[in-house]
């Protein structure tokens, strides 16, 4: 089986918050598996790719502690729908987490969308990424209805 071989099957690892299952489950990870991870006694999580459904994970998003959404480059903008279906549609209250292509400049646009945690790409800084708050605010026009379309 080549790299690649386990690219977008679903993998259940037990015992995976410590010892040979947390490294079985880095290693699937990076094979591309999608994960469903379980340990004992330690809170549950799992990821969804930019392509997956949030609703077939909705009737589990109760037990979930943890939902990563992964944002695989700069450009694919999918997660942020995601993040927005989880919180508004489906009410998911835990922690919902951005990984990937994740920079300092998107993280006030990932808090908007409903993001309360944040894997930043190798090489950016996170003191400098967490001043982004401070600096960038997202600021909506107010829209009017014009004079022709409220008639």
Not at 31 to 56: H, I, M, N, Q, S
Not at 117 to 126: C, K, T
């Amino acid at each position: 089986m080549g790299p690649d071989g386990l690219r977008d099957n679903v993998v259940i690892v037990t015992g995976a918050s410590k010892g040979i299952g947390a490294e079985l489950a880095r290693q699937l990870a990076a094979r591309g598996a999608k994960l469903v991870l379980a340990a004992r006694g330690e809170p549950t999580g799992l990821w969804l790719a930019p392509e997956e459904d949030p609703a077939e994970i909705a009737a589990a998003l109760a037990s979930l502690a943890l939902v990563a959404v992964h944002f695989p480059k700069f450009t694919d903008g999918r997660g942020y729908s995601t993040a927005s279906l989880l919180r508004r549609r489906h009410g998911y209250r835990g922690e919902l987490r951005a990984f990937g292509d994740v920079r300092r400049d998107l993280l006030p646009f990932l808090e908007r969308a409903g993001f309360d945690a944040f894997e930043l790409r190798d090489g950016e800084d996170a003191d400098a990424a967490l001043s982004a708050f401070d600096e960038i605010r997202v600021q909506l026009p107010a829209f009017r209805r014009s004079a022709s379309q409220a008639a």
